[in-house]
């Protein structure tokens, strides 16, 4: 009996302090995650919570990377601020949109749809990545259903304070350095400049293009969304040196037909003559470098400036 | 049913208090059920698999302790053939298949077998060796036969150590379910030590690694020999962390309820030999080869000297090679430490004179590291998805092709990487240096001991890799 009173009195006081443990270090995270300078994390919380840009540009790493904001401003006199975010997929970028809306309502919305956009992940690592929303998911309630995709048990454990910030710890750390609580975005309104040349050679597109029911639905809730919102959307495929032949893969033409459904229209630069034979516009195989946005941001301003003329 | 499920821990939940709460008597019945539950979570029909070698094998036992001489022999050899026949239809047809195919086409003959498509057994190479280790000793008259047919089914299936080990032995465990167990502060407090050290090694170290090893083994050609290089030393680290960590989980599970089983890992990173290196890792599938394989080969061939010794060696470390897995990787994996052990074995007088004409601090830790080097090499052969990358893989390495650093992405998760094998170093080092003890998880002082939970468990949270995969070893 005296061990089953001393289990309970120890384990209660280990209950006790991780309890408060939790709710100190969940404070303290948040503390310096929503304080941010620059970053990832300071450029989703921009869009959350902040930007009031005329367009918004949404997209993985590919939109990141290739949309310049003041090449594509300058074209249609607009503010535009990019929201693409490396290695984030549809979830990510639809969640963002249904916060920005909740604020206000942009005047135009670009989406950078990959070749691969709906590619079923084995190991769930789309879904995996949703982790930069999980700050989000109590002050913010259009998040969660988002939030809560990465599994069955995802509620109870965003009881914990310090969950939210699980594999974020790292940014965290680096913000403790003094200089980096003075240093200023990096990026342009969300635009990261790559500088670097591709030096590979064109290779056959070999992702296999099955579709991800649940990515598939979550694009086309975006799409709706827009079109539920009143908000003007263009998809654009942005360039690849790989040899794809769009016309057969199942995730370029499942985004077109979706498209073509919601009179959403689609700009596909992924083979476009400008890129297809020249390396020098690519920092790797996948993604244009200074250069090759430059072209591309100057060619798709023109197209948006022409597409909102027509309207 | 995995262990780093929430699904494990509500089980563990339910299972651990109800074990106390019933009376004496009723306890292997609801740990049999639950050990069912637990298997079928898999895949429920392969318990019948369970169900054909544990009839065999309690039956086996009985008829082996009655008879004499050559009828003795005989039902011990019906056990083996029913064990070793059921490992090898599920195991190893098709790589057999498949190598008959391949060597009938040098003949310009075709194999007209068919390959079988199903999904192996989880834990079955594990839970075979166990049942076999009950036959021998019986057979050995190390054992009394069980004939409480309940509590010889629970041995086998007994969940904390059933679908990846320890390979228990029926002298230590079989015992154990008649005693009566109950709840003690000092079974909790190790208990618990080691499922929460457990969880930090599976979360924190080793799904964490398996991110950046698992990008690299997937396209190994698309990599420089420096982020290859990193790849293997973190895949060592992994694989180390993923299976010391099921096995503490495990010992620790059936530590609360009162079960001592048998350590399976011991600070094996520290080894200054390869065949110390054996004796650290996977300590209860290698006793087993050793008892059950090498010794009785090193007998019979005693007459041949040393070469009997080297022969047990690589049939042996071949066999142990192929336990892991069906494939010509595994079998190369296992003859590589067969070579090491065998060259430590025929220049074991020279070594020792060199590590008297050496300091030893330095002796010991160039020992050290040239035995890591190795065993990280041979694992190479082990995590590649084939032999063909294997090799790609090495010679890549040793080609010190591309940028030396290669980040881009990556760079996040090899800080994350790097942080967790450091914990788990020093963690390791404390226990090598504290006689086998964690100098943090048990201090003398219960402020240190809390400290290293709170610790563990905010690691655990703000670093983990939740919903990470299944364990390596289930697969075997």
């Known amino acids: 009996m005296a061990d089953y009173k001393l289990i309970i009195k120890r384990f209660g006081i280990l209950v006790i302090a991780m309890f408060l443990l939790d709710w100190g270090v969940g404070a303290v995270l948040k503390h310096f995650y929503f304080t941010k300078k620059n970053g990832a994390d300071y450029r989703t919380n921009h869009v959350i919570n902040k930007t009031k840009a ?107 304070k310090m969950y939210p910030y699980n594999s974020l710890i790292l940014n965290e750390l680096v913000e403790l350095l003094p200089i980096a609580r003075y240093k200023k975005d990096d990026s342009q309104d969300g635009y990261i400049a790559k500088y670097g040349q591709f030096k590979g050679g064109l290779r056959p597109y070999t992702v296999r293009d099955a579709v991800d029911t649940t990515a598939a639905l979550y694009y086309k809730k975006f799409v709706e969304l827009c079109k539920l919102r009143k908000v003007p959307l263009v998809v654009a ?40 034979s020249k390396p020098q516009y690519f920092y790797d195989d996948l993604h244009l470098n200074r250069q090759g946005s430059v072209v591309y941001s100057s060619i798709i301003g023109g197209k948006l400036r022409q597409l909102s003329t027509h309207k | ?287 087993w080869f050793s008892d059950y394989l090498f010794t009785p080969l090193m007998i019979a061939n005693r007459d041949w000297g040393k070469a009997a010794v080297i022969l047990a060696l690589m049939v042996t470390f071949g066999l142990s090679g192929l336990w892991h897995g069906a494939g010509w990787t595994y079998i190369m994996y296992g003859l590589l430490h067969g070579v090491a052990v ?7 007088k020279f070594r020792k004179k060199l590590s008297k004409a050496i300091p030893p601090i330095i002796y010991n830790n160039v020992s050290m590291l040239l035995v890591f080097t190795y065993v990280c090499l041979t694992w190479v052969f082990f995590r590649a998805q084939s032999w063909g990358d294997a090799i790609m893989v090495l010679k890549r390495l040793f080609a010190f092709q591309g940028k030396f650093f290669v980040f881009d992405n990556n760079l996040g998760v090899i800080i994350y990487s790097l942080m967790a094998i450091a914990i788990l170093l020093v963690h390791d080092l404390s226990v090598h240096l504290n006689h086998g003890k964690s100098y943090f998880l048990y201090h003398k002082s219960a402020a240190v001991r809390m400290a290293t939970y709170c610790f563990i468990l905010v690691t655990i949270v703000l670093i983990g890799v939740f919903d990470g995969g299944q364990f390596i070893y289930f697969k075997f």
Not at chain 1, 241 to 266: E, L
Not at chain 2, 98 to 107: A, K, P, R, V, W
Not at chain 2, 343 to 348: A, I, V
């Open chain 1, 54 to 160: 005329d367009v918004l540009i949404f997209g993985s790493s590919k939109a990141a990377y290739h949309y310049d904001t003041k090449i594509i401003g300058d074209s249609l006199h607009l503010s535009v601020y990019n929201a693409g975010r490396d290695l984030s997929y549809i979830y990510y970028h639809y969640a963002l949109l249904e916060a920005a809306l909740k604020r206000y309502t942009p005047k135009l919305i670009v989406l950078d749809t990959r070749a691969n956009e709906f590619h079923m992940f084995k190991n769930g690592e789309d879904r995996d990545r949703i982790n930069v929303l999980l700050p989000y998911y109590d002050s913010h309630p259009e998040l969660r259903q988002v939030c809560l995709l990465r599994g069955p048990f995802e509620r109870y454990k965003l009881l914990s």
């Open chain 1, 237 to 276: 495929f942005s360039p690849i040196y790989q040899d794809i032949h769009a016309a057969a893969n199942r995730n370029v033409q499942y985004a077109m037909q979706v498209c073509k459904n919601n009179n959403v229209p689609v700009l596909n630069y992924l083979r476009d003559t400008t890129f297809a």
């Open chain 2, 1 to 287: 049913m995995l262990f780093n499920s929430l699904h494990f821990v509500v089980f563990f939940l339910i299972v651990t208090p109800l074990y106390f709460i019933l009376p004496h008597k009723f306890r292997w019945i609801m740990l049999l059920i639950a050990s069912c539950y637990f298997y079928m979570t898999f895949i429920p029909i392969y318990i019948l698999i369970l169900i054909f070698t544990i009839i065999v094998d309690y039956f086996a036992g009985i008829w082996i302790e009655k008879s004499e001489g050559r009828e003795r022999k005989f039902y011990l050899i019906i056990s083996l053939v029913a064990n070793i026949g059921v490992l090898a239809f599920f195991k190893y047809f098709n790589f057999l298949n498949e190598n008959l195919t391949l060597l009938m086409s040098q003949f310009g003959l075709s194999n007209a077998v068919p390959y079988l498509k199903f999904i192996l057994p989880v834990g079955l190479s594990f839970h075979t060796f166990q049942a076999m280790s009950y036959t021998i000793e019986v057979y050995r008259g190390n054992q009394a036969a069980e004939r409480h047919f309940g509590i010889y089914s629970l041995y086998v299936m007994f969940y904390p150590q059933l679908v990846a080990g320890p390979i228990e032995r029926p002298q230590n465990l079989l015992h154990q379910f008649y005693e009566k167990h109950p709840l003690t502060y000092e079974n909790f407090s190790i208990g618990f030590k080691m499922i929460l050290w457990g969880f930090f090694q599976k979360l924190v170290v080793a799904d964490r690694l398996s991110i950046f090893v698992s990008a690299v083994y997937q396209n190994p050609g698309a990599y420089s020999s420096s982020m290859l290089l990193v790849a293997i030393l973190f895949f060592a680290f992994q694989i180390y962390a993923d299976f010391a960590g099921y096995s503490n989980i495990a010992l620790g599970t059936a530590r609360i309820m009162g079960f001592k089983l048998m350590t399976n890992f011991n600070t094996p990173f520290f080894s200054t030999s390869v065949t110390e290196y054996w004796r650290r890792w996977h300590i209860s599938l290698n006793t």
């Open chain 2, 342 to 348: 065998s060259y430590e074995f025929l220049t074991k």
